[in-house]
């Protein structure tokens, strides 16, 4: 099982950056891939921006330019270095992943969420 912890959020300006963090640990082969969420007041919980294995990523369309997601596959770490923040990026961000045991399977799991509020 993996056990995700997530960092780094807080209070910050607009304009201004943050760089969340997000550990993983636990017995585990691998990840297929890590992902960030939030979920706003009275909203779904969105993705934001997915890396695989491979390195490869995408981003949610509003956040392109502004967000990028990076990961060290040997420290067990996903990141978001986010840039020129908005008001509406205020939310609680979720890291993700999906991982794969040793005793075969792939399986999912979810961090305890970070709260990122962004003022005017």
């Known amino acids: 099982q993996v056990h995700l912890v997530e960092s780094g959020g807080g209070l910050v300006q607009a304009g201004g950056s943050l760089r969340l963090s997000c550990g993983a640990s636990?017995?585990?082969?691998?990840?297929?891939?890590m992902s960030w969420y939030r979920q706003g007041p009275g909203n779904q919980r969105d993705l934001v921006a997915d890396i695989t294995e491979y390195g490869s990523t995408i981003h949610l369309d509003s956040a392109k330019g502004r967000f990028t997601i990076s990961a060290d596959n040997a420290k067990n770490m996903v990141y978001l270095e986010m840039t020129n923040l908005k008001p509406e990026d205020s939310a609680v961000y979720y890291c993700?992943?999906?991982?794969?045991?040793?005793?075969?399977?792939?399986?999912?799991?979810w961090g305890q969420g970070t709260r990122v509020t962004v003022s005017p």
């Open positions: 636990g017995s585990f082969r691998g990840f297929d891939e």
């Open positions: 993700h992943v999906t991982y794969r045991r040793y005793t075969g399977g792939s399986f999912a799991a």
